[in-house]
C-alpha cells in the first residue's frame, strides 16, 4: 500500500540543517557541465562516508571502491572530483534523502540507452519515480522537473513527449545509500556561497548562471512576503505552475508539486508527491491569439506537509536549474511557447517576469540556424596555409606502451633534502612513504623516493606519479596535478574517423569582413579498445557528422591548424557519458568548445561570441597544444 504523505526530501530547521534526532540518506553526487548533479553509486557513497569520518578534509581515492574510477579523487575540504590524468575538476556535493525514499531503500530506475545497456535516472527523477510507482499511480509526468518524458508504470516504459519515442525502463534493487544520524559535524561546514569551480566562460553558461541567480533571489523574496492571488471565480480552469528554487540561494528550497483539474487530467500526479498545497502560479491564457496578461505569485499560508523543505545543505552548494511547469489541459499552449524566458520587459537582465509579477508575452521561441544555405561543392575552398582539406586518425597514433618508470624519471630530477609538505596525489607528507605503498610495486622506485618536475618545481612521491601516470592514457607524457603543466605531447582516446575543412562563401554574425571556415567531424559507430572504459564493448557515434564554424580571418585559422593538431593528438572526442542524454558508451567532445550554431547564438554555441576564439586557444593550451607548437 502507498504511504500518504511521503515526502521526498528532508525538512530543514531554521539554519538550514536536519534536526539532530532525524535520520538521512547520504547521496553524493558530482556535478556536469550541464549543471546536472549526478549521484555516485551507494557502494562509492559508503567509502567517502567511511573516509569522511576519520579526517572530514583529507581525500577520497575513488579506485578503491570501483575500478572504472580510478582515476578520479575527491578532496574534501575544497569539495572536488579531481581526474589526475587530465586534470579535470567537478564540484560535489552530499546530499540528503528520506530514509523511506528510493537511495534509503536501495532502489535505482533505468533507462535502457540505444546500445541495450540501462543508464540510471538522477536521483531527484529517481526519487520522484519511486515515491509515484508506491502510490500506485499509472503513470507520471515529468515536465514538472523540465523533462518531457512520460513514464508510464503499466508497461515500463518512457515516452519523449514530442518524438513520441518509447523507452524501457526497469526498477532494480541495489544496495541502500549509507544512513546517518545527528546534526553534521563543523568540519564539515565548507564556506557557503563558494564557486564551483573555475566557471564556463561561454555565453550559454553565464546566462543559465545568471538566470539562476535572479531567479532564486526573486523566489526568496515571496518567503517573506505573501502576495494577494488573482480574483477569479470557481468556474474557471486556470493554470497552476509549480515552481522550484535552486538550492544555491540560502539553502532553502520552494518545492511546489503540480496540480491540475482532477478529472480532466486522469490522475495525472504532482512530481513533488504528497499535497498539492504550496506555492502556486496562476495564470489565464487565451487559446487563441496568447496576449500579455498579467501573472501574479501567491503563496499557500497552508502549514501542511509541504511546509520548507530542502534536499541539500546550505553550505553543499546546489546549483540547480529552475523550471516552470504550466499544469493545465496540455492543449492549451501549443508547443514552441518558452516556459521560462530569460530577460525582462525592459531587458536590463535576466528576471523572469512572472516571477516578479509582471506581464508575460507567451511568443513562440526561435529555432537556432544550425547551418549556412546550401552551398555547391566547387565553392569549398581550401583555408588558406593549410594543405589539404581532410584529416584521418592514423593507426600509428593508436600505440602505447611506454614503460610508467622511465616516462617519470624522464621528466622529474631527485632531491636531497625532502621538504615537510603533503604530496597532493596521495595526500601523505613528502617525508613519509607514498600513500600507494603496498599498492604498486614497481623495481627501482622505493616508496620514500620523492622528484620534482622539471618546468614547474612542484614535488611528488615517483611512485605516486607512477600510479598517476598508470591510471592515464599511457602515452609518454606527465601532467602536474597541482599546476597541469603538461610534460611531452599529450595523447588522448578518441576513436578513429575523419575531420574536414574548407572555407565557404558566407559569414557569420559579427563577422561579416571575412568569409567562414567549415569543420566537418565524422566518427562512426565501433568497439572500443582497452585504452577505453569498457573494452570489447560497443560504442555509439550520436550526432555525426558534426559541423563546426569559424571566422575565415587571422585568428580562426590560427585555431583551425591547432584543432587539426588536437585532432592529430586524438583530443578532440573521446568515449563516455553524454552529460545531455546520459547516454553511456559512446562519443562525446573532450573539453574543447566548438561552435555549432552557424547564423545564431540562441543555444550559447553560435555568434556572435566576441570571447569565443580567444577561450578555445585556452582550452587548446590546456590540453598541451599551445601556438608554441605551430611551425612559422
Not at 77 to 86: E, N, V
Not at 213 to 231: D, E, H, P, T, W
Not at 252 to 271: M, R
Not at 511 to 518: E, G, N, P, Q, V
Amino acid at each position: 500500500m502507498a504511504r500518504p504523505g511521503s515526502g521526498l526530501l528532508v525538512p530543514m530547521n531554521r539554519v538550514g540543517y536536519p534536526p539532530q534526532n532525524l535520520a538521512r540518506v547520504v547521496v553524493w553526487e558530482w556535478l556536469n557541465e550541464h549543471g546536472r548533479w549526478r549521484p555516485y553509486s551507494a557502494a562509492v557513497c559508503h567509502h567517502i562516508e567511511n573516509v569522511l569520518k576519520g579526517d572530514a578534509r583529507g581525500s577520497v581515492v575513488l579506485g578503491q571502491v570501483d575500478a572504472q574510477l580510478s582515476p578520479y579523487i575527491i578532496d574534501l575540504q575544497s569539495m572536488h572530483q579531481f581526474r589526475q590524468d587530465t586534470g579535470t575538476m567537478r564540484p560535489v556535493q552530499r546530499n540528503f534523502y528520506e530514509p523511506s525514499s528510493a537511495p534509503g531503500k536501495g532502489v535505482v530506475w533505468e533507462w535502457e540507452n540505444d546500445n541495450g545497456s540501462w543508464t540510471p535516472y538522477d536521483m531527484e527523477i529517481c526519487v520522484t519515480i519511486q515515491n509515484a510507482y508506491e502510490k500506485q499511480h499509472p503513470w507520471l509526468d515529468l515536465t514538472s522537473l523540465g523533462f518531457c518524458y512520460l513514464i508510464d508504470f503499466n508497461s515500463m516504459s518512457q515516452t519523449n513527449r514530442q518524438s513520441q519515442r518509447k523507452r524501457r525502463l526497469r526498477r532494480r534493487m541495489d544496495l541502500a545509500y549509507p544512513l546517518i544520524m545527528g546534526s553534521i559535524p563543523k568540519s564539515q561546514s565548507w564556506p557557503v556561497g563558494t564557486s564551483s569551480g573555475q566557471p564556463c566562460s561561454c555565453q550559454q553558461c553565464i546566462l543559465v548562471n545568471s538566470t539562476r541567480a535572479a531567479s532564486n533571489a526573486i523566489l526568496a523574496s515571496q518567503r517573506r512576503k505573501v502576495y494577494g492571488g488573482m480574483a477569479g471565480n470557481s468556474g474557471t480552469t486556470g493554470t497552476l505552475g509549480g515552481v522550484r528554487q535552486s538550492n544555491t540561494f540560502a539553502g532553502t528550497s520552494l518545492w511546489s508539486p503540480t496540480s491540475g483539474s482532477s478529472a480532466a487530467n486522469h490522475n495525472n500526479i504532482s512530481v513533488g508527491g504528497g499535497q498539492p498545497k504550496a506555492e502556486q502560479v496562476q495564470s489565464q491564457l487565451s487559446s487563441a491569439n496568447f496576449p500579455c496578461s498579467p501573472v501574479m505569485p501567491s503563496l499557500s499560508s497552508s502549514h501542511g506537509h509541504h511546509a520548507l523543505t530542502i534536499n541539500g545543505q546550505n553550505n553543499l552548494n546546489r546549483p540547480g536549474t529552475q523550471r516552470i511547469s504550466m499544469g493545465t489541459t496540455r492543449g492549451a499552449i501549443p508547443p514552441g511557447v518558452p516556459a521560462l524566458p530569460v530577460k525582462n520587459l525592459t531587458g536590463s537582465g535576466p528576471v523572469h517576469p512572472a516571477l516578479a509579477g509582471l506581464p508575460v508575452c507567451l511568443t513562440r521561441a526561435p529555432k537556432p540556424i544550425l547551418h549556412p544555405p546550401p552551398i555547391n561543392k566547387s565553392d569549398m575552398k581550401p583555408v588558406t596555409g593549410i594543405n589539404g582539406m581532410r584529416r584521418k586518425t592514423k593507426k600509428k597514433h593508436l600505440k602505447r606502451g611506454k614503460n610508467p618508470e622511465d616516462v617519470v624519471r624522464r621528466y622529474t630530477e631527485k632531491i636531497k633534502v625532502v621538504p615537510d609538505e603533503d604530496c597532493t596525489i596521495c595526500m601523505e607528507r613528502l617525508v613519509m612513504s607514498s600513500g600507494y605503498e603496498g599498492v604498486l610495486q614497481h623495481k627501482g622506485i622505493k616508496p620514500e623516493l620523492v622528484g620534482k618536475l622539471g618546468k614547474c618545481g612542484h614535488m611528488y612521491h615517483l611512485l605516486c606519479l607512477v600510479a598517476m601516470y598508470n591510471n592515464g592514457n599511457k602515452d609518454g607524457s606527465l601532467q602536474c596535478a597541482t599546476c597541469k603543466t603538461i610534460y611531452g605531447e599529450k595523447t588522448g582516446t578518441q576513436p578513429p574517423g575523419k575531420m574536414e575543412y574548407h572555407v565557404i562563401p558566407h559569414s557569420l554574425p559579427g563577422y561579416s569582413d571575412c568569409k567562414t571556415i567549415r569543420i566537418v567531424y565524422d566518427i562512426p559507430a565501433g568497439i572500443q579498445t582497452n585504452e577505453h572504459p569498457n573494452p570489447g564493448k560497443k560504442f555509439s557515434a550520436r550526432g555525426f557528422p558534426r559541423h563546426c564554424y569559424l571566422p575565415d580571418n587571422e585568428k580562426g585559422r590560427r585555431v583551425l591548424k591547432l584543432l587539426i593538431m588536437a585532432w592529430d593528438r586524438r583530443l578532440i572526442f573521446t568515449i563516455g557519458t553524454s552529460s545531455t542524454t546520459g547516454e553511456s558508451d559512446t562519443v562525446v567532445w573532450n573539453e574543447i568548445h566548438h561552435k555549432t550554431e552557424f547564423g545564431s547564438n540562441l543555444t550559447g554555441h553560435g555568434y556572435p561570441d566576441p570571447n569565443y576564439l580567444d577561450n578555445v586557444l585556452t582550452e587548446l593550451s590546456a590540453q598541451g597544444v599551445g601556438e608554441d607548437n605551430l611551425k612559422d
